[in-house]
């Protein structure tokens, strides 16, 4: 039930629904990047209570290619009894083009906000994918992107300061530290009982289907209820991956090349700016996976991560 309602997404990237509050230096809370694929390394095992902990292991490994995003435009919002409302919204003078394949028009500007109408300050960000090889599309995803640390006067400055500029996944985050990552899973289309919940095939002597479930339930209450598995969409769902660890962050450039031979399966070659995190996330390749600040974190960041290996053999088989 903890992933109900299993519907469609409405789009094939994950919404931001929250943001923890982090305290420090001013800085973006979120960072966008494309799925490419996995692959594996060979590191010291940085978990303090693994029974491998301080030995080499191998592990798997998922490739996010994170060209920069670009600052379009801020929005300061104000906390009312109804939730944030828009106090003022500001867009950059010198935009890309290609953004206006996504927009038709920016609102106008309104008065520069006072400090005292400010309770939050975020950024509207799109990103290049005209940069990324592997991803066929050129049309830019728009999103918001809260600042965070400091005081609201600190961050509005932060704000003016890179308003039309380039951000970079170094002013978001860095190797060692956690991140939750939010994507959209690979779509299943509509499949039965069995595939979509997991539910015990039907003895074949006194049935005439097996891949079904036994009763739809009591005559009383006298409806189906929503706990009862039945057929329906599989996949395509938003999900968040918690805690994630970012392993290393790279320009792809000299011994940092990440390319694998002949290219990675469904994407290509990786010619921009890449993360490696630890593990798998959701989606496919080519995708728009999001990452942001954790809201569950109980183990510290690693300061020192050391990785010896990373295979970069063909993911295309024999």
Known sequence: MGYYPRVRSKRMQGDIRSWPEVDGNVRIQAF???????????????????????????????????????????????????????????????QDKEIFRRITKQTEKKDPPMVTEVSEVRFIVHTNPKLVSGV????PDIFEVRIVGGDVKARMAYAEEHLGKELHFSDFSKAGNFADVI?????????????RFGVKLLPTKNRKH?????TLGPWHPDWVRNTVPQAGQIGTHQRTAHNIRILRYSKNEGDQDINVKGGFTNYGLVRTEYVLIHGSVPGAAKRLIKFRDPARQKTP??????????????????
């Open 136 to 139: 066929p599309s050129k049309v």
């Open 210 to 214: 097996r891949r079904m479930i036994g």
């Open 32 to 94: 966008a990047g494309y799925k490419v694929g996995m692959t594996h390394v060979e590191m010291t095992d940085y978990r303090k209570f693994s029974t491998t902990a301080g030995q080499t292991i191998a592990a798997p490994v998922t490739v996010v290619e994170v060209p920069p995003l670009t600052v379009a435009g801020i929005r300061y919002y104000d906390e009312t009894e109804l939730g944030l409302s828009i106090v003022s919204e500001k867009w950059a003078e010198n």
């Open 183 to 195: 994507g959209v899973t690979k779509g299943k289309g509509f499949q039965g009982h069995v595939k």
């Open 301 to 318: 960041s690693v300061e020192n991560l050391t990785i010896s290996y990373v295979s970069k053999e063909s993911k295309q088989g024999d």
